[in-house]
């Protein structure tokens, strides 16, 4: 049975920083690149970053610079470090296998929220 439990958002000034945590179980996450998505109402899950098992990361242009994704195996988890935080950046926030097929199960994800 897949486990997906995404921590770390909330309420942050815009240049401020978050640290987004996702706890996997292990049958998706020792098998597959994982990622961090992003979904806005009314707009489709976007893959934003991506780590493969090997520790080799990706990110989208949006991102880039601002964003770095880990993971500890040990741990099972995937982190999100997020800085320089912009208002557009504003959305729930989901990890899952990287690419996510459609019919995944996803996790209730975090909501970051960049304000002033």
């Known amino acids: 049975q897949v486990q997906l439990v995404e921590s770390g958002g909330g309420l942050v000034q815009p240049g401020g920083s978050l640290r987004l945590s996702c706890a996997a179980s292990?049958?998706?996450?020792?098998?597959?690149?994982m990622g961090w998505y992003r979904q806005t109402p009314g707009k489709q899950r976007v893959l934003i970053a991506a780590?493969?098992?090997?520790?080799?990361?990706s990110s989208v242009d949006s991102v880039k610079g601002r964003f770095t994704i880990s993971r500890d195996n040990a741990k099972n988890t995937v982190y999100l470090q997020m800085n320089s935080l912009k208002p557009e950046d504003t959305a729930a926030y989901y990890c899952?296998?990287?690419?996510?097929?459609?019919?995944?199960?996803w996790g209730q994800g975090t909501q970051v929220t960049v304000s002033s």
């Open positions: 780590i493969t098992t090997g520790g080799t990361t």
């Open positions: 292990s049958n998706i996450f020792s098998v597959y690149a």
């Open positions: 899952n296998r990287a690419p996510a097929r459609g019919t995944d199960y």
